[in-house]
């Protein structure tokens, strides 16, 4: 028998790439169900205005049109999306000053539409082609009212207002402080304004959002296939919407091509095909195009600093304020959820006892404002680090030397920041050293001093030459909570169902690791079931860099709780005390005696119920347990990112001559999947810098369709990334984990924004703004 132990830190290949690789992948697009109807919906081009009618005539009269309904008709027998995405722990409501304003999105406008792209009537037909056939044939008069496309605007006394209910388009606003800002802005040597601008762009997975559902009559249930990244939590909207016990309706994502945080939650469209499946009785399936992905499914970023800090003739930072504004569009799908992730994540790894800040998210008539990898956290990211390259130009000090002098030593750790996270916890830097980090990561890069001698002789001759650095913090591992059942399979195999939703990122090969070190046995013993409500009836899913920190802490749990029945088992079997037991290879053994085991699937038949047993008295049957991890609070995963990058300042091109990137998310499951996320999430986060942008027009109008508009990073875009990993486990959890899965978006855009800056820091020049674009960099030179 192979010998087993130790998988946690392997780069086991992936198990998921048995199928992908080889196109058995099955993707909800893929989905052919009998009788199925194809739905299309029929969009607003308008970006603000009042419905005064919807015409579904002509459309009901198309070849193979079976049945359509628009916003004013379906208002009458549906409920809106519910407002329980937005729940907030009581430590958090009584801990900061709040206010909320919850406008519930319909599953179709029925009074206004509020952004160009926004669902107002949906055609189901025999073919994808015929339904969007008829959508073309569908009129509707809708009266134009003046859009909100600047949210600075919106909140004047004479904006258009998009909730009128509200009177206002202020519909979120929250402070959150610790020492005395004010005093210590006034007596700071140095005191500095400025205004930064996190643009808006997207996740831009590579399959877009579908959903297909299957009504049965006869058991009076549902199915329904999401490509979502939290189907226990789609399962608990669609019984409020549809009316209808949980029990009797099954969620499940298949492969899914990516998230990013854009399936992070629950859509209009995911409710509404379920509900026409049950009204039409038959399967419904609705795939969202490119253009509709665009205009429908939730931009990010989108905000808006202005931030005024003190600091003294060494370049400590002594007093950090800043009132952001939030352009959260037409809809508020996770209430604070992003805006609080970037007022907690703006102090960073640095070390400074005076801090406010708030916070006011404003409604526009733009696609609503939800989380994008880093969720919130790029924002903070780029105003701090902006913030101590500015300090640097000021005081004529090298960036570096200012990051070194402000950040949290590694001797302070664990670092009690003074503020409350959005689970309510205080919030502790768990470990970690961050000034090694910022070491490691200048030596990869050559050294500082190095650099500037190269740079200097480069300006000379007329080549430009930049150093930009991006530190960061990242509470990962958020709660409330995950689930995991394990189960001893009769065959022996270990049976693992969690509440995690995979969307690529190989958690099928990671959770397989770590149930094989629990159990010693080898990973391919292992079956992984997740994504699907009817294999574990409570779960979360998989946002915020969560899964891996919050499933393997319930599968520790589970399988702790489960080895003590075993092992009472198999010691009445073997006659002996149960810690006299070892799991080995694939059984339990005698410790000590080589060749006195049984296997587990032995075990497994002994704990069956019925007659003759092998159950001692006293335990029950069969070998299953089910376990929730509540993490106390999050864990802080931390990185530094560097790169020279040399600008050619005639076509306002950066190159990215050199990129590093030295990370801690504790212990490291699978180095290779780590490396993979980290390379991703880089690639999007210099694809926001450099190249994406989601912008309007003064009327409310997307400027982007497609990806001729939209342009993402390329291969021949992608630098290669010099990857440094630090280890410093978690106290927080069973097996020291740190999420990973969002921290490489957070840095590039702030790294390269400071390159840039530094670069042409003789023509004293800032670049505070997202993205950089040529322009900016050939107006520079005037």
């Not at 939590?233 to 009797?248: I, N, Y």
């Not at 130009?393 to 302070?412: C, H, Q, Y």
């Not at 921290?743 to 703004?769: M, Q, R, T, W, Y």
Request: aromatic residues 8%; contains cysteine; glycine residues 10%.
């Amino acid at each position: 028998m192979a010998e087993t132990g130790g998988f946690i830190g392997k780069s086991v290949p992936r198990r998921e790439d048995k199928r992908l690789l080889t196109g058995k992948g099955e993707f909800v697009a893929d989905l052919k169900l009998p009788s199925m109807l194809h739905a299309a919906f029929v969009r607003s081009q308008v970006a603000h205005g009042r419905i005064k009618s919807v015409d579904l005539s002509r459309a009901l009269r198309s070849p193979g049109v079976v049945y359509a309904i628009s916003g004013p008709d379906l208002a009458k027998l549906l409920p809106p999306v519910p407002d329980t995405q937005l729940s907030l722990p009581k430590k958090w409501t009584t801990r900061v000053q709040h206010t909320f304003l919850n406008p519930q999105q319909p599953l179709l406008a029925y009074d206004k539409v509020r952004h160009v792209g926004e669902a107002v009537a949906v055609i189901l037909a025999e073919s994808r082609y015929l339904a969007e056939d008829a959508a073309e044939l569908v009129t509707m008069e809708i009266e134009p009212l003046p859009a909100v496309v600047d949210p600075e605007a919106g909140l004047t006394r004479d904006s258009a207002v998009l909730h009128e209910q509200y009177d206002t388009n202020l519909i979120g606003d929250f402070a959150i402080a610790k020492g005395d800002v004010e005093t210590a802005l006034a007596n700071a040597p140095h005191r500095m304004k400025r205004r930064f601008y996190h643009h808006r762009y997207a996740a831009i997975p590579m399959e877009g959002r579908g959903v297909a559902a299957n009504y049965d009559a006869r058991t009076d249930s549902i199915n329904i296939w999401s490509a979502c990244q939290v189907i226990h939590w789609l399962r608990r909207e669609a019984s409020t919407v549809l009316g209808m016990p949980e029990a009797r309706i099954r969620c499940v994502a298949l492969d899914v091509g990516g998230g990013f945080g854009v399936k992070g939650h629950v859509y209009p469209e995911e409710l509404l095909i379920p509900y026409l499946a049950r009204e039409v009785g038959r399967p419904v399936k609705w795939i969202e195009d490119r253009h509709e992905h665009f205009m429908s499914a939730c931009h990010s970023r989108d905000q808006t600093h202005d931030v005024e800090f003190g600091f003294d003739d060494d370049g400590r930072l002594l007093a950090f304020q800043d009132e952001f504004l939030v352009d959260c569009g037409a809809w508020n799908p996770i209430g604070s959820g992003i805006a609080y992730n970037t007022a907690v994540h703006l102090p960073g790894p640095y070390k400074f006892e005076h801090f406010a800040v708030r916070s006011k998210i404003v409604a526009t008539n733009k696609v609503p404002n939800a989380p994008y990898r880093g969720a919130g956290r790029p924002e903070a990211t780029f105003a701090m680090e902006r913030v101590i390259d500015l300090i640097a130009a000021e005081l004529g000090l090298d960036p570096a030397d200012v990051r070194m002098r402000n950040m949290i030593p590694a001797s302070e750790m664990p670092y009690r920041l003074g503020l409350p996270y959005r689970d309510g916890e205080p919030i502790v830097y768990d470990s970690g050293d961050y000034p090694e980090s910022l070491r490691q990561a200048l030596a990869a890069l050559g050294g500082v001093d190095a650099f500037r001698d190269r740079q200097r002789a480069a300006r000379a001759q007329g080549r430009y030459f930049g150093l930009g650095l991006g530190c960061y913090v990242e509470g990962t591992g958020v709660g409330p909570f995950e689930s995991a059942t394990v189960r001893v399979d009769p065959t022996g195999k270990i049976y693992l169902a969690g509440g995690a939703c995979p969307q690529g990122q190989g958690m099928e090969t990671i959770f397989s690791q770590i149930v094989a070190d629990a159990w010693q046995v080898q990973p391919d013993d292992v079956v992984v079931a997740l994504a699907d409500t009817s294999v574990i009836s409570i779960g979360f899913g998989t946002i915020a860099s969560r899964s891996t920190v919050n499933l393997s802490g319930a599968i520790h749990t589970a399988s702790q709780s489960l080895q003590k029945k075993v092992f009472a088992i198999a010691a009445d079997m073997l006659e002996c005390s149960p810690a006299d037991l070892e799991l080995r290879n694939g059984t339990v053994g005698l410790v000590g005696v080589p060749g006195r085991e049984i296997p587990l699937a032995r075990i497994a038949k002994a704990a069956m119920p019925g007659w003759d047993n092998k159950r001692p008295a006293g335990v029950s049957a069969g070998l299953e347990e089910t376990a929730y991890f509540e993490p106390p609070t999050v864990t802080w995963a931390y990185a530094t990112h560097a790169a020279i990058v040399e600008l050619d300042v005639e076509l306002g091109r950066v190159e990215i001559e050199k990129y590093v990137i030295v990370h801690d998310c504790g212990v490291v499951v699978n180095p290779m999947l780590v490396d993979g996320q980290i390379n991703g999430g880089a690639v999007q986060g210099l694809g926001g810098a450099l190249l994406e942008e989601l912008s309007y027009d003064s009327e409310g109008q997307l400027l982007v369709g497609s990806f001729m508009d939209y342009l993402v990073p390329g291969a021949s875009d992608v630098p290669h990334f010099e990857l440094k990993h630090m280890h410093f486990p978690s106290p927080l959890n069973p097996y020291g984990v740190k999420g990973v899965g969002e921290g490489s978006a957070i840095a590039p855009p702030v790294v390269i924004a400071n390159a840039v800056s530094d670069a042409l820091s003789h023509l004293k020049v800032e670049f505070n703004s997202t993205p950089i674009r040529p322009e900016h960099i050939v107006t520079a030179f005037g």
